[in-house]
């Protein structure tokens, strides 16, 4: 059996890979933190079809990881993987499914998803009451709803908070995979006692445990990636344990990446930091790694 995601997805997920690396470099991204969403980038990838509710699952992580290795600051994954497949339009939507009530770039977006007592709703985003909420990652632009006004019932064929946890775990690989790469070519640009870093055999152990749990969570997307496109029953238990891999892996690479920059990676005027918390944001959304790995747990039997 091959187990390739397919010519047709790969010449996507590149053309995908141009459009961002085009229009969405770290400067998109930082004018995101002061308010400015950028919606060149986000209308060429609708033109491109990645918000498209019709594509399968598989081709969308592929896109997904895209979207992670540039750091978009639109609410993709919440529109590509949950309210389109909810509404079957594709829309610049966001989210609130969580008990606490924040929806990133709540304040731009057309609409936004939300439960209701019997299932979902969409509700038009401005018709919201919001309130900027102060973050790790400004780029996001998380608001908080102060005001919830009764909506559109939806009946998504996919259970939102699956579908969320399933695309953010795709951007968290492209994240973890563009630390991975960008500190690989850092550490091999700067030299220390006559050598380049990268030479020394400490800084290769932790780049290279960093891009192995990078490697062995992209399959684990993947395959729960076809889980839903197979209607498998374990399919849910697949998103779990791809969320908690990811989760995992991208916050170490961040963490690696951050010890090899040594003291740069610290400030706001190198672009690491771009990336670092977008981590550190989304690998807590849409359930932790310690959550999905109790949910695992659970659908085996085992907690």
Known sequence: MKFTLGEDRVDFAAAVRKALTDGCDPTVVRAAWDGDLDP??????VEMGTTDPELDWVTRVAVAEEIGRAALPHPWVESAFVCGPATGAACFGSTDLGTAPYVPAGADVDVVLVRAEDGYAIVEGAALGTTPIETVDRSRRLVELTERPAGTSVDPTIDPTVAGALGTAAVLVGLGQHLVDTTVAYVSERHQFGQPVGGFQAVKHHLANAAKDVAFARPMVHRAAHGLDTD????????????ALASDAASLAAEVALQCHG????????DLHLWLKRVWALSRAWGDADEHRALVADSLGLA
Not at 40 to 45: D, G, K, Q, R, Y
Not at 263 to 270: K, L
């Open 40 to 45: 060149a980038i986000w209308s060429t990838l």
């Open 232 to 243: 498998d029953r374990h399919a849910a238990r697949d998103v779990s344990a791809a969320k």
């Open 263 to 270: 003291a740069i990676g610290y400030t706001v005027e190198y």
